[in-house]
């Protein structure tokens, strides 16, 4: 890791099959018609096909379009996107039912130019998802809501089961990679902060590798986390969306990935999903939360 960047075709383990079938043209077209949208198209996850086949969604709030210029992120960017939708929260949570899943994601674009960063919205949105679906276990993947407790305390109020922030690169590369107004203290500081005000709370990040770091600095940022108690980690390739993009400086290999999985939960991370595909919003790694907040709760239940 860390070599000269690499000017060749993807390797074979990052090639994918197209997306398609018919329960991924469903998914597609009934967000449409509910005009929602989903991570999944905007930041051209390459697990599109795999997750909507299985009726796995990640769900994009508040809009297409982020306040914010990360240097990785295929999501359009503008200084004032367009007003929050209202009946967002409601759309969402219907569609969840009507497509009948047990495990949903709703994550957003950056939203600096609403006063509250988009808080009460996230909160409304896991509100309607759990009156609507009383039996699905809801992930927020938030923004770092300026570090603004305040506002990460009223996501936390409306009690999602996992609370999500990526830190996405090592410390060193902060600069290089995120917009400006991210950075390192910033992220770290929401995960903390989490955990201080719902201890109970399952907390989890993510790590993108392929822009230049090196494999120790990988294993010092996955040992600072655990410092913040975060429970959950998942670690991925970087993928350059289009050439206005941050150049990948490595692909970097299955076996390094094993390693920091092994790495990760030798550490004490609950669960460590690390792979050239990985991504935040990881059908496996939804899986295994699932099984974990379930046991836990049955745990819970018999205590009492």
């Known amino acids: 890791m860390g070599g000269e960047r690499v000017r060749t075709p993807k390797p074979e383990w990052l090639k994918v099959r197209l997306p398609g079938g018919e329960r991924y043209n469903g998914i597609k077209a009934r967000a449409r018609e509910l005009k929602l949208h989903t991570v999944c198209e ?60 047990d495990y949903v994601v709703v994550t957003s674009v950056n939203r600096d130019d609403q006063p509250d960063q988009g808080a009460a919205h996230f909160a409304a949105c896991i509100r309607e998802i759990r009156a609507m ?32 922030h990526n830190v996405e690169c090592v410390p060193r590369l902060q600069d290089k990679v995120r917009d400006p107004r991210a950075n390192w203290a910033q992220s770290t500081t929401i995960l903390a902060g989490a955990k201080a005000y719902a201890p109970a709370q399952i907390t989890k990040t993510s790590l993108q590798v392929g822009h230049g770091e090196t494999e120790a600095e990988l294993l010092d940022a996955m040992a600072l986390l655990r410092t913040f108690d ?10 350059r969306p289009s050439m206005t993009h941050l150049p ?20 004490g991370f609950q669960y460590v999903a690390s792979g050239p595909l990985v991504r935040s919003s990881y059908k496996a790694g939804e899986f295994f939360i699932a099984q974990h907040l379930r046991s836990r709760a049955a745990t819970a239940s018999e205590s009492t």
Request: aromatic letters at 6%.
């Open 230 to 239: 975060v429970d959950f980690l998942t670690i991925g390739q970087y993928l």
């Open 248 to 267: 990948v400086h490595e692909f970097v290999t299955p076996e390094v990935f094993a390693r920091l999985e092994v790495a990760g939960t030798a550490m």
């Open 133 to 164: 679906n009383p039996k699905t276990l809801v992930e927020v993947l938030i923004p770092d809501m300026r570090g603004d407790l305040a506002l990460l305390h009223i996501i936390l109020d409306a009690k999602p089961d996992v609370l999500a």
């Open 42 to 101: 905007e930041a051209q996850c390459p697990n599109i096909g795999e997750c909507w086949s299985g009726g796995t969604a990640t769900f994009m709030v508040m809009g297409d379009t982020c306040t914010r210029g990360c240097r990785f992120c295929a999501v359009a960017t503008a200084r004032n996107p367009a007003p929050l939708d209202p009946m967002e929260p409601t759309n969402v949570a219907s569609a969840i039912r009507e497509m009948q899943l």
